[in-house]
C-alpha cells in the first residue's frame, strides 16, 4: 500500500473549519483515500474515503487533487468533540493482497474554545 | 448487534497466566481483524480472517499468541504466558467482503499484565 505523510498536530478553534492536509504521491490508480479519526480511548471510526472525485457526508468533506498525490479533510464546523488523532490511508477498496490497513501516526487535531 | 462487540472491557493478569480475548464482529460481517495498540502508540496489525480462515497472520508478535474464529462469527485472540510488553489495548474489527476499507471498530478490551 502506497504510504501517507501528515502533519504531527494541529489546533483548530471551535466553530471553524479544521482542513487536514494528507500527502500520498505514490499512490496506485487503484487505491481509494480513507480517512478514520481516534477519540480518546475509544477504537478508530471511519469518516469518509473517496477515489478521485471529491467526497461529502455528514461528518466531513474529502477533497482530492487532481493529480491524486494529495487530499484534504475537512470537518466544516469543528466542535470540542472533534479532538482526536486523525488517520489518513490508501488502499484498495476492493480485494487487495493484504487484508489489513495500515494506520500510521496520523494528526492529531485538538480543538480549542 | 448494532456493532463489533469486545469482552471482556478491562482484563487485569499476572505474567506468565493465559489469556483469551473475545470479538463479535458485526452480523454479515465476513472479515474481520485484530490490532493492538500499545499507550501512546499507533495501531499494529496482527491477524485478518475472511471468514474462518486467516489469510494474512503476519502481524502476530510471536507463537505466544493465536486466533481463530467460527465460521464468520465470533473471533476468539489467545495471548499465552502473558508478559509485561503484552500489556495494551487490543482492538477488532470487522468489515463486509466487498468493502475492506470501511471497517468498524470495537471499543478494545484493555490488557493489563503485572
Known amino acids: 500500500d502506497a504510504k501517507t505523510t501528515q502533519p504531527t498536530s494541529m489546533d483548530c478553534a471551535e466553530g471553524r473549519a479544521a482542513n487536514l492536509p494528507c500527502n500520498h504521491s505514490?499512490?496506485?490508480?487503484?487505491?481509494?483515500v480513507y480517512w478514520y479519526r481516534q477519540i480518546h480511548s475509544q477504537g478508530p471510526q471511519y469518516i469518509i474515503h473517496?477515489?478521485?472525485n471529491n467526497e461529502t457526508n455528514e461528518m466531513a468533506s474529502l477533497i482530492i487533487t487532481e493529480d491524486r498525490k494529495s487530499s484534504t479533510l475537512i470537518l466544516p464546523h469543528a466542535t470540542l468533540r472533534d479532538t482526536a488523532v486523525y488517520y489518513c490511508?490508501?488502499?484498495?477498496?476492493?480485494?487487495?493482497?493484504?487484508?489489513?490497513?495500515?494506520f500510521g501516526k496520523g494528526t492529531k487535531l485538538s480543538v480549542k474554545p | 448487534g448494532a456493532g463489533v462487540s469486545q469482552s471482556p472491557s478491562n482484563k487485569v493478569t499476572e505474567k506468565g497466566k493465559d489469556v483469551e480475548l473475545r470479538c463479535d464482529p458485526i452480523?454479515?460481517?465476513?472479515?474481520l481483524y485484530w490490532y493492538r495498540q500499545r499507550l501512546g502508540q499507533g495501531l499494529e496489525f496482527l491477524i485478518y480472517?475472511?471468514?474462518?480462515?486467516?489469510?494474512?497472520k503476519s502481524g502476530l508478535p510471536s507463537d505466544r499468541f493465536s486466533a481463530e474464529r467460527t465460521g464468520e462469527s465470533v473471533s476468539t485472540l489467545t495471548i499465552q504466558r502473558t508478559q509485561q510488553e503484552d500489556s495494551a489495548v487490543y482492538l477488532c474489527?470487522?468489515?463486509?467482503?466487498?468493502?475492506?476499507?470501511?471497517?468498524?471498530f470495537g471499543s478494545g478490551t484493555q490488557l493489563s499484565v503485572l
Open positions: 452480523s454479515g460481517h465476513t472479515a
Open positions: 490511508i490508501v488502499r484498495p477498496d476492493y480485494g487487495g493482497s493484504q487484508g489489513n490497513l495500515i
Open positions: 473517496g477515489l478521485k
Open positions: 474489527a470487522s468489515s463486509v467482503q466487498g468493502n475492506r476499507g470501511k471497517l468498524f
Open positions: 480472517f475472511q471468514g474462518n480462515s486467516a489469510p494474512d
Open positions: 505514490t499512490i496506485s490508480g487503484n487505491e481509494y
